[in-house]
């Protein structure tokens, strides 16, 4: 069973950066598309970004030159690096394994953006 470990959440005041990592393991990690997803309670999960198994990357619009997505192959880990974060960015943030094969969520790791 494939496992994947998000960490790197906590508390940050309106402007500042976090770092969320995702560890994955059993698993080919480099072939696979990457995504970092997010929830708020009672929304919806949202696509935030991916990262395809090239590195191609895409972002939501509300976290374009804020946030980057990238992937170390060697470590099989998918990063998140979201900078002059907003409160709007607090929510539960999951990383997901895509294509090709099934689909896979870590657990979760909660943002929150408050002064």
């Known amino acids: 069973q494939v496992q994947l470990v998000e960490s790197g959440g906590g508390l940050v005041q309106p402007g500042g950066s976090l770092r969320l990592s995702c560890a994955a393991s059993r698993t080919i990690f480099s072939i696979h598309i990457m995504d970092w997803y997010r929830q708020v309670p009672g929304k919806q999960r949202e696509l935030v970004a991916t990262i395809s198994s090239a590195g191609s990357t895409n972002y939501i619009d509300s976290v374009k030159g804020r946030f980057t997505i990238s992937r170390d192959n060697a470590k099989s880990t998918v990063y998140l690096q979201m900078n002059s974060l907003k409160p709007e960015d607090t929510a539960v943030y999951y990383c997901?394994?895509?294509?090709?094969?099934?689909?896979?969520w870590g657990q979760g790791t909660q943002v929150t953006v408050s002064s």
């Open positions: 997901r394994q895509g294509a090709p094969g099934p689909t896979y």
